[in-house]
């Protein structure tokens, strides 16, 4: 079946813009899970959604950043104010009940702020 | 807080050769285990994970981790490897808890280099 999947697959802004990036999980799957990952690192989480609420936002960095998972499938990364520190790879993923359930990658989307 | 160090950031090694890539790991409370691997240009994909049980897990692609828990340590293994296994590999862990979210919280990686 469909993997997880995100869109764009690459975005370029400029400094000061708003972007938003969409993540389309598993069907079926209820948690739904942002992670960022900076060159040479490991991903780091950023928030956790069961169903349509935000679990754990407890990785979200600043106020800039937000997320909506308004009907409990697709999700959307709103960054506004873009700075360059947020140039990195934004990585979704989805488990089917969210504890030690598998979480599947999607295969990220690259932003760089110029 | 919970942490992940891996202890090699690269590990060259030659085709069909044996190798470890070291985790270890800190939590003041039970947590599951997670390896991933990252091929070039492809998402995370899961090599196994330990959740509970016997120690030593079995995985994809004839990988496997042994669970020790006086060591806070959860190293992966491959008796023999081959080129497709160059990739990076990511230790994870997350909260046992009754509260847990399978918040994955990761290590820097370890880049594997198998050479012929």
């Known amino acids: 079946g469909a993997g997880v999947s995100q869109t764009p697959s690459n975005k370029v802004t400029e400094k000061g813009k708003y972007v938003e990036l969409r993540c389309d999980p598993i069907s079926g799957h209820t948690a739904l899970y942002w992670y960022r990952q900076s060159l040479g690192q490991g991903p780091e989480f950023l928030i956790y959604?069961?169903?349509?609420?935000?679990?754990?936002d407890s990785g979200l960095p600043n106020d800039r950043f937000f997320a909506v998972r308004p009907e409990g499938s697709v999700s959307t990364l709103k960054i506004q104010r873009t700075e360059r520190g947020d140039s990195a790879v934004y990585l979704c993923?989805?488990?089917?009940?969210?504890?030690?359930?598998?979480?599947?990658f999607g295969p990220g989307t690259r932003l760089t702020v110029l | 807080a919970q942490s992940v160090t891996q202890l090699d950031s690269q590990v060259p090694v030659f085709e069909e050769a044996p190798v470890e890539l070291r985790c270890n790991y800190s939590s003041s409370v039970s947590v599951y285990l997670f390896w991933y691997v990252q091929y070039p240009n492809q998402g995370l994909q899961l090599l196994l994970k330990?959740?509970?049980?016997?120690?030593l897990v079995k995985g994809i692609n004839g990988f496997e981790a042994e669970f020790n828990k006086s060591q806070t340590s959860f190293h992966l293994r491959k008796p023999s490897v081959h080129i497709s296994d160059t990739a990076e590999y990511f230790c994870?862990?997350?909260?046992?808890?009754?509260?847990?979210?399978?918040?994955?919280?990761f290590g820097q990686g370890t880049t594997l280099q198998v050479k012929p």
């Open positions: 993923a989805s488990s089917l009940l969210g504890g030690g359930d598998t979480q599947y």
């Open positions: 994870a862990v997350s909260d046992e808890g009754s509260s847990n979210t399978g918040k994955l919280i």
């Open positions: 330990y959740l509970s049980g016997s120690t």
């Open positions: 959604f069961q169903g349509t609420g935000a679990a754990d």
